[in-house]
């Protein structure tokens, strides 16, 4: 009997990369594939190319045995195959139902029906796990809803074999739950699902295979008893990570950043208050939407502070504009490095010393290209930052290497105080230990370090103090010694301890 999918011999090559070589990869009715390799491995050009997103230049593809060739992403559609992207791809200027069903409206007499697009929008909604109201405007959601918006369209198509390319890394815990319920059912009824992620705990719970690509090629497989951290680690990076966590032994020294009655537009009415001393490394923990990265902003000043007092290292920040906590000290490292993060048309050099640059802003305004190449040269290699030579457009880069340029462009100006938002959301577990690596280094070197992330694990294992975050507001503070994953939910869904 055939597999209801097989991908042979695929072969993919950009100006200067050889993203694919002769790859191949099957799954059968039912299954759950895990696609498994650090950055640029080539996982998401793969999956491309399955859905119809990009052309291969060699290779065949077996849908139910027969060939296939997709030439377009509809044809892909027709045969089954959905793909829901990494950088997320809603229309921003359309609601929620009109994305769903982007090219697919329904219509009476040649008109969209609109209150039937909503109407069922709802339910695909409800199926992916989300209850709000199909009008909604997609740009009024965060990445998270966004997120499953993408799920409920790719439902919506009855998709046969349906692609996830790292669903889960803008989702909080309990989403992520629902996420998993959802792909069960979508097994039961038959669906084979390839799912990507770097988060290796949810590999291992929820995929029945693994097939891991290193470079472009196909390392090999692991079957469900071969499935553990430690040997999908050693097939991805070739090596044992051994002290995934560093743990430093720094001394933590006098307040740097203290935060005062700040109230945020998102929640008016609540405000926070907290500081972070020197060398010290505070995980904010709470579910999507609490409020953690509008706090994360109203510090920096991207966003407007309704009230509230920000000091770093005793002087006043008044706000208003990320220039002047640049001035004083302060980075942010954002959630959507698309949004805010990158110039997408730019180099890594460039993008880089984005941020010194405009601090050391030079007379004259000349670029300085030798400063550039230093940044690059330097930073390139702390991140381990994976390009396809020097000058290429950052937004053809895979997504964990566009997280390391972002990260790379704050450090670069090495502040005293480092605000990140999921700093290690989409990165591969390699590079996941080079950004705790480098987190620990500013600590150490007596800065503050302040990390908002979903992730479990990473908050219990790096924070020295978690402030958990509850409808916009501090539910709590737990100490390391304090801190569990019961402990963390407890405060996060507003209970007590
Ligand atoms: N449109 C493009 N033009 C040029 N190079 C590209 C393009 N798309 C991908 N690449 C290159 O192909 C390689 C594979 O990238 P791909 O995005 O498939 O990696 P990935 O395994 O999905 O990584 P990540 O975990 O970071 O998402 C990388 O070297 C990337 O720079
Ligand atoms: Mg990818």
Known sequence: MSAL????????????????????????????????????????????ILAGVQRA???????GGEVR???SVAEALEAGVALIHQELNLAENLDVAANVFLGREP????????ARMHREAGTWLKKAGLEIDPSTAVSELSIGRRQQVEIAKALAVNARILIMDEPTSSLSETETRKLFDVIRDLKASGVAIIYISHR???????????????????????????????????????????????RRQGEVGEPVLEVDGLRTLAFPAESM????????IVGIAGLVGAGRSEMLQAVFGVDRRLAGEVRV????????????????????VPEDRKRDGLVLEMGVGENLSLVTLARDAFPGGFRRGSAERQVEKEMGEAMRIKTAGAGQAVGRMSGGNQQKVVIGKWLAMDPEVLLLDEPTRGVDVGAKHEIYVLMEALAERGKAVVFV??????????????LVMHEGRLGGELSREQASEEAVMALATGGKL
């Open 5 to 48: 999918l097989e991908l042979r011999g695929i072969e993919k090559r950009f100006s200067g990369v050889h993203a694919l070589k002769a790859v191949d990869l099957h799954v059968d009715e039912g299954e759950v594939l895990a696609l498994l390799g650090e950055n640029g491995a080539g996982k998401s050009t793969l999956m491309k």
């Open 57 to 63: 230049d060699g290779g065949e593809i077996r849908v």
């Open 69 to 71: 060739s997709f030439r």
């Open 107 to 114: 219509s009476r007499w040649g008109v969209i029906d609109a």
């Open 200 to 246: 290796l705990g949810e590999v291992q719970e929820v995929a029945d295979r693994v097939t891991v690509l290193r470079d472009g090629e196909k390392v090999g497989d692991l079957d469900k008893e071969g499935i553990s951290h430690e040997s999908m680690v050693r097939m991805m990076v070739g090596r044992d990570l051994d002290a995934f966590f560093p």
């Open 273 to 280: 208050g907290f500081s972070v001393r020197a060398g010290e």
């Open 313 to 332: 290292g005793g002087r006043l920040v008044r706000g208003g504009s990320p220039a002047e906590a640049i001035a004083a000290g302060m980075a942010l």
């Open 453 to 466: 992330s979903s992730d479990m694990v990473e908050v219990l294992a790096m924070s020295d103090r978690i």
